[in-house]
């Protein structure tokens, strides 16, 4: 494949890798002058319809995603080939090395590069999952790092849209036995959950330098997934966080319900841990709200139970049982005592009531009217004095997040202002706990396009855009916030944004190379700010060897700075072709046939000799084809017309080096 030109414009120029369905090269782009990334089908799979179908689902569920940690996919394409066709994936270049290089390095990384590259795996897969897209095969040989420590994931070789009930659909498994989760183990559902338990592996692997589960085989690494606990990262490495620790674990819990519901969820703890500031980080346990199924509560049992608490409800329960003990222990003549002191009881309970109905009802009876406040949009204490002065009761009905009222000030109040009541109603208000606070979503790494429905659907406001040159971060791509990302502000806060610009274009005007040498015209293209590209050898009847004889840009345009200059240079004038010895053709009209002969082979020539009756005498050259005189190239061939004599009645021998043709008696030739 070295040297091979793809689509009429991907030079290929080295193997870089490959996976396990393709093996990827470097490449030159001729059109754009850059280099790229192209990922060829193994030889082994074009005749397999099944995996060429796989290959084109690759490029078609990578094209639709764009994010900055995710590796761009260019072109798609195919190409005859002498024995089968080429089926490739043009894609973003990327000049680093993958996670796995990384960690063979450096043996395990530092927390803060785990938390660091985790969080931008995890923005990946969230970008994906947004896209209804499953990686299904996360692992540190498909994420690059660059050089800049910015992360890449690629290859989508096996990642497939995903449904509300996506199901391995055959009994083999896809994915890296010491990253994928126990449902894929199994064969079984496959969803975003699966990516976080894989992105748990890879976590653990760079805080520990280790995977988790090792084996003999595929299938024992599955087993284990499937049915053992995970040594905790700190056992095996000390300087473990224990927010990090958290995190992981939870990553790999076993049932997929247990684990984060979704990577947006994963990647607030992984910014919990990273703003920490040393502080000890607890990390929710999902397990505690699962969804359970619980009897209904009835009627029977909240009787006895309304306006009690707790401490009273656990004093009955007691009670009860102490009254059950003690029943099994008295005589039975006791019990008739009992039902006499209940009865007692009872009468008194009635009497008591009656007497409080009484009493309530001559009270409202004679109570004063008073008129209703406006208490709305008062402060909760001058509300408070304000009903109590007038005679009625102040109560606190609930509070709830406004945002016309500021915290502690009344919403809203059970009976309108102007209303008459009796001294002693009560008036129930709803207090403002002013407005709601809301974690500020991270817009770092995000196309600018995207923010203005993230803010909407977090309930803020977008603000301004800043766009401002950069050189490590894609245009139109989000680089800072304000205010920062996690913090809690008020609902409907401006968030504003600076967006890159991308890397600052500076022009310069193309210098005139043409009639230079070679190795002034490379000073002039570095001095104007410039790049040396390709220098192609041309032969040139007009320039002398080393002289550039074109440029791919016209002397005195305006292109940007650091753009490749490519030049023909010439290798001096073609060689000329030696002139062909020309040979004169003798005359040998009138020799015999053996010195007509040897004339033509002593000039350079052949001789090809034909007969023909004659009345010159027999074995004589009567003509010769080139005649006499002629310049002819070395080699051609001369025919010989030799006279066979008169034509007789008797038949002729045959001539010489003629076979004799076979025929009846007293034919003639």
Same mark, same amino acid.
């Given at each position: 494949?070295?040297?091979?030109?793809?689509?009429?414009?991907?030079?290929?120029?080295?193997?870089?890798?490959?996976?396990?369905?393709?093996?990827?090269?470097?490449?030159?782009?001729?059109?754009?002058?850059?280099?790229?990334?192209?990922?060829?089908?193994?030889?082994?799979?074009?005749?397999?319809?099944?995996?060429?179908?796989?290959?084109?689902?690759?490029?078609?569920?990578?094209?639709?995603?764009?994010?900055?940690?995710?590796?761009?996919?260019?072109?798609?394409?195919?190409?005859?080939?002498?024995?089968?066709?080429?089926?490739?994936?043009?894609?973003?270049?990327?000049?680093?090395?993958?996670?796995?290089?990384?960690?063979?390095?450096?043996?395990?990384?530092?927390?803060?590069?785990?938390?660091?590259?985790?969080?931008?795996?995890?923005?990946?897969?969230?970008?994906?999952?947004?896209?209804?897209?499953?990686?299904?095969?996360?692992?540190?040989?498909?994420?690059?790092?660059?050089?800049?420590?910015?992360?890449?994931?690629?290859?989508?070789?096996?990642?497939?849209?995903?449904?509300?009930?996506?199901?391995?659909?055959?009994?083999?498994?896809?994915?890296?036995?010491?990253?994928?989760?126990?449902?894929?183990?199994?064969?079984?559902?496959?969803?975003?959950?699966?990516?976080?338990?894989?992105?748990?592996?890879?976590?653990?692997?760079?805080?520990?330098?280790?995977?988790?589960?090792?084996?003999?085989?595929?299938?024992?690494?599955?087993?284990?997934?499937?049915?053992?606990?995970?040594?905790?990262?700190?056992?095996?490495?000390?300087?473990?966080?224990?927010?990090?620790?958290?995190?992981?674990?939870?990553?790999?819990?076993?049932?997929?319900?247990?684990?984060?519901?979704?990577?947006?969820?994963?990647?607030?703890?992984?910014?919990?841990?990273?703003?920490?500031?040393?502080?000890?980080?607890?990390?929710?346990?999902?397990?505690?709200?699962?969804?359970?199924?619980?009897?209904?509560?009835?009627?029977?049992?909240?009787?006895?139970?309304?306006?009690?608490?707790?401490?009273?409800?656990?004093?009955?329960?007691?009670?009860?049982?102490?009254?059950?003990?003690?029943?099994?222990?008295?005589?039975?003549?006791?019990?008739?005592?009992?039902?006499?002191?209940?009865?007692?009881?009872?009468?008194?309970?009635?009497?008591?009531?009656?007497?409080?109905?009484?009493?309530?009802?001559?009270?409202?009876?004679?109570?004063?009217?008073?008129?209703?406040?406006?208490?709305?949009?008062?402060?909760?204490?001058?509300?408070?004095?304000?009903?109590?002065?007038?005679?009625?009761?102040?109560?606190?009905?609930?509070?709830?997040?406004?945002?016309?009222?500021?915290?502690?000030?009344?919403?809203?109040?059970?009976?309108?202002?102007?209303?008459?009541?009796?001294?002693?109603?009560?008036?129930?208000?709803?207090?403002?706990?002013?407005?709601?606070?809301?974690?500020?979503?991270?817009?770092?790494?995000?196309?600018?396009?995207?923010?203005?429905?993230?803010?909407?659907?977090?309930?803020?406001?977008?603000?301004?855009?800043?766009?401002?040159?950069?050189?490590?971060?894609?245009?139109?791509?989000?680089?800072?916030?304000?205010?920062?990302?996690?913090?809690?502000?008020?609902?409907?806060?401006?968030?504003?944004?600076?967006?890159?610009?991308?890397?600052?274009?500076?022009?310069?005007?193309?210098?005139?190379?043409?009639?230079?040498?070679?190795?002034?015209?490379?000073?002039?293209?570095?001095?104007?700010?410039?790049?040396?590209?390709?220098?192609?050898?041309?032969?040139?009847?007009?320039?002398?060897?080393? @002289?550039? #004889?074109? =440029?791919?840009?016209?002397?005195?345009?305006? !292109?940007?700075?650091? *753009?490749? &200059? %490519? /030049?023909? $240079? +010439?290798?001096?004038?073609?060689?000329?072709?030696?002139?062909?010895?020309?040979?004169?053709?003798?005359?040998?009209?009138?020799?015999?046939?053996?010195?007509?002969?040897?004339?033509?082979?002593?000039?350079?020539?052949?001789?090809?000799?034909?007969?023909?009756?004659?009345?010159?005498?027999?074995? @004589?050259? #009567?003509? =010769?084809?080139?005649?006499?005189?002629?310049? !002819?190239?070395?080699? *051609?061939? &001369? %025919? /010989?017309? $030799? +006279?066979?004599?008169?034509?007789?009645?008797?038949?002729?021998?045959?001539?010489?080096?003629?076979?004799?043709?076979?025929?009846?008696?007293?034919?003639?030739?």
């Amino acid at each position: 494949m070295i040297g091979k030109v793809l689509g009429g414009r991907y030079e290929i120029k080295e193997k870089v890798g490959g996976g396990g369905m393709g093996i990827v090269y470097k490449a030159r782009c001729r059109l754009l002058n850059r280099f790229v990334a192209v990922k060829v089908l193994r030889e082994e799979f074009v005749s397999d319809e099944q995996f060429i179908k796989n290959f084109r689902k690759e490029s078609q569920a990578a094209a639709s995603l764009s994010h900055p940690n995710i590796v761009g996919i260019y072109d798609v394409g195919v190409e005859k080939g002498e024995e089968h066709d080429i089926h490739y994936i043009v894609m973003e270049y990327v000049d680093g090395k993958t996670l796995s290089e990384v960690i063979k390095e450096k043996g395990r990384l530092s927390p803060k590069e785990t938390i660091d590259y985790s969080l931008q795996i995890a923005e990946a897969l969230e970008h994906a999952h947004k896209n209804q897209i499953i990686h299904r095969d996360i692992k540190p040989h498909n994420i690059m790092v660059t050089k800049d420590g910015r992360i890449k994931v690629t290859d989508f070789g096996i990642a497939r849209a995903a449904t509300s009930s996506t199901l391995t659909a055959t009994s083999s498994v896809v994915g890296s036995a010491h990253y994928f989760s126990p449902e894929q183990a199994r064969g079984g559902f496959t969803d975003e959950k699966s990516d976080i338990y894989s992105l748990g592996i890879v976590m653990y692997e760079m805080i520990t330098g280790s995977v988790p589960f090792n084996g003999d085989s595929p299938i024992s690494i599955a087993l284990k997934h499937v049915q053992e606990e995970v040594t905790p990262p700190s056992e095996i490495n000390s300087d473990v966080p224990q927010g990090i620790e958290a995190i992981i674990n939870k990553c790999l819990r076993k049932n997929s319900v247990e684990r984060y519901k979704d990577a947006r969820e994963l990647i607030a703890d992984l910014n919990k841990v990273k703003y920490s500031d040393g502080k000890e980080v607890v990390v929710d346990d999902i397990s505690e709200s699962l969804t359970q199924i619980i009897p209904a509560i009835t009627d029977d049992d909240l009787k006895g139970v309304e306006g009690k608490t707790d401490r009273e409800k656990k004093d009955k329960e007691e009670g009860k049982e102490k009254i059950k003990d003690k029943d099994k222990d008295e005589p039975k003549k006791n019990k008739g005592n009992k039902k006499y002191v209940l009865l007692g009881v009872l009468l008194a309970f009635l009497l008591a009531t009656g007497m409080f109905i009484g009493v309530t009802r001559a009270r409202d009876l004679f109570a004063k009217e008073v008129e209703v406040p406006d208490l709305v949009g008062r402060n909760e204490d001058e509300a408070k004095k304000l009903a109590e002065d007038l005679g009625l009761v102040f109560k606190v009905k609930e509070s709830k997040y406004s945002s016309e009222f500021s915290e502690g000030y009344i919403i809203s109040q059970s009976e309108k202002p102007g209303k008459l009541l009796k001294e002693g109603y009560p008036i129930e208000v709803v207090v403002s706990k002013g407005k709601k606070l809301i974690e500020v979503p991270d817009l770092k790494n995000r196309n600018v396009d995207e923010i203005k429905d993230i803010l909407k659907d977090a309930g803020l406001k977008d603000g301004s855009i800043d766009y401002r040159y950069s050189d490590s971060v894609p245009a139109n791509i989000v680089m800072e916030q304000d205010p920062n990302p996690y913090t809690e502000v008020p609902e409907d806060t401006v968030v504003n944004v600076i967006v890159s610009k991308g890397p600052e274009r500076v022009t310069v005007t193309m210098p005139n190379l043409i009639g230079q040498n070679i190795k002034d015209a490379k000073n002039a293209i570095i001095a104007a700010g410039l790049a040396v590209g390709e220098v192609i050898p041309k032969e040139s009847k007009q320039y002398s060897k080393d @002289i550039v #004889i074109w =440029q791919n840009y016209q002397a005195g345009g305006q !292109v940007n700075k650091n *753009t490749v &200059v %490519t /030049l023909h $240079v +010439s290798s001096g004038p073609p060689k000329e072709k030696p002139k062909e010895e020309k040979i004169s053709v003798p005359g040998v009209i009138g020799q015999s046939e053996k010195d007509a002969k040897n004339a033509i082979v002593a000039s350079g020539l052949s001789a090809n000799v034909k007969y023909e009756y004659s009345d010159q005498p027999k074995g @004589i050259v #009567i003509k =010769q084809n080139p005649s006499a005189g002629n310049k !002819v190239k070395k080699n *051609t061939t &001369v %025919t /010989l017309i $030799v +006279s066979k004599g008169p034509k007789s009645e008797e038949p002729e021998p045959s001539e010489p080096g003629e076979p004799e043709e076979p025929g009846e008696p007293g034919e003639e030739d």
